[in-house]
């Protein structure tokens, strides 16, 4: 069983509404991030927070929203999405800064009508 | 920013032989290089990782080779068994000191093992 835990496993919403995505950790890791994966493609960073400061990858569009509320919480924001934003969306804990091994929680399934 | 290639897209073994899955970096101050591997309907597990400090790493029946020259390492799992079926991918990191950078992964290999 993984240690980090993603909900909902399965989210399903229309262009104009508004959801979060959730995560979890309790391995007192110290980084957290949010990845994107396209069916039959490698996952793609979207956010990390380290040590609670936040790391943009400058290609995510705004109507996807991070916030940390402490070191074992992750959300994920979604506003105004898109048809083509429907994917699996991964997170993951590391125990802090310098590379090592990811936790992948198993995901939450996203498709926007 | 780093770029990571992997080859092949697929790979299909019989039983009991052994598979090696190639990946090639682009940037030579990468200092970080695992694998993983991901079932259907899960998140990817980290199945061996090696540092560029290191050129040849094993774990039982997996073992991953790095060539810091040429910028390539590669997965070599021997006695392939039906449950090492899944989809791997190789990823490169490097810790620039200003927090955790996330890692870059190649397009991953579909691993099939025929019984």
């Known amino acids: 069983d993984t240690e980090v835990t993603q909900t909902p496993k399965h989210l399903v919403m229309g262009m104009t509404n508004k959801k979060s995505l959730k995560c979890e950790q309790h391995?007192?890791?110290?980084?957290m991030y949010w990845y994107k994966q396209k069916a039959k493609k490698p996952p793609e960073l979207m956010f990390v927070y380290s040590y609670e400061k936040l790391s943009i990858n400058e290609s995510v569009p705004s109507r996807f929203s991070p916030e940390c509320p402490n070191s074992s919480l992750l959300n994920l924001h979604l506003h105004a999405l898109q048809p083509e934003d429907s994917a699996l969306y991964l997170c993951?804990?590391?125990?802090?800064?310098?590379?090592?091994?990811?936790?992948f929680g198993e995901g939450s399934r996203l498709t926007v009508l | 920013g780093e770029n990571v290639e992997q080859h092949p897209s697929t790979l299909s073994v019989q039983e009991g032989d052994s598979a090696v899955i190639k990946c090639t970096y682009s940037d030579s101050a990468s200092n970080y290089f695992p694998w993983y591997k991901q079932e259907l309907g899960k998140g990817p597990q980290l199945i061996i990782d090696?540092?560029?400090?290191?050129g040849e790493k094993k774990d039982q029946r997996i073992a991953v080779t790095l060539n810091k020259t040429a910028k390539h390492f590669s997965l070599h799992i021997t006695e392939t068994q039906p449950e090492d079926s899944a989809v791997y991918f190789c990823?490169?990191?490097?810790?620039?000191?200003?927090?955790?950078?996330?890692?870059?992964f190649g397009k991953g290999t579909h691993l099939i093992i025929q019984p």
């Open positions: 391995m007192g890791h110290r980084a």
């Open positions: 993951a804990s590391s125990q802090g800064a310098y590379p090592g091994e990811l936790f």
């Open positions: 990823a490169a990191s490097l810790y620039s000191g200003g927090g955790a950078d996330g890692l870059t």
């Open positions: 090696i540092r560029s400090n290191v």
